[in-house]
């Protein structure tokens, strides 16, 4: 199984940018396709973006298209999301996850366990 931490979080003005990262260690990371999943208290866990294993093919939510850009680093077994023109709505914790790609997009089927996830807050 592989595990999963989280970090770059942080507080940022409305419009600001952030870059999350997420280390993976276990097993090989570059055999995942891997996704960013964020979390409001109160609500479940959402998905917000996803890359295939080689990094060729990425998909995004629909609010976040246009302004996220996850890329991974096999090398580094290190997953990335730079967040750019962030907004007050986009404030949660982020988590990473691994999985196939038929079920990277559905955080409640994915079977890895959940690292801590990261805080990110917007300010209006």
Do not use: H
Not at 27 to 50: D, H, I, K, L
């Amino acid at each position: 199984q592989v595990q999963l931490v989280e970090s770059g979080g942080g507080l940022v003005q409305a419009g600001g940018s952030l870059r999350l990262s997420c280390s993976a260690s276990g097993r090989t990371f570059s055999s995942y396709a891997m996704g960013w999943y964020r979390q409001v208290p109160g609500s479940e866990r959402e998905f917000v973006a996803c890359i295939s294993r080689t990094g060729d093919t990425t998909n995004y939510a629909g609010s976040v298209k246009g302004r996220f850009t996850i890329s991974r680093d096999n090398a580094k077994e290190t997953l990335y999301l730079q967040m750019d023109s962030l907004k007050p709505e986009d404030t949660a914790v982020y988590f990473c996850n691994a999985g196939g790609w038929g079920e990277i997009m559905f955080p409640d089927i994915l079977r890895a366990g959940w690292g801590q996830g990261t805080q990110v807050t917007v300010s209006s």
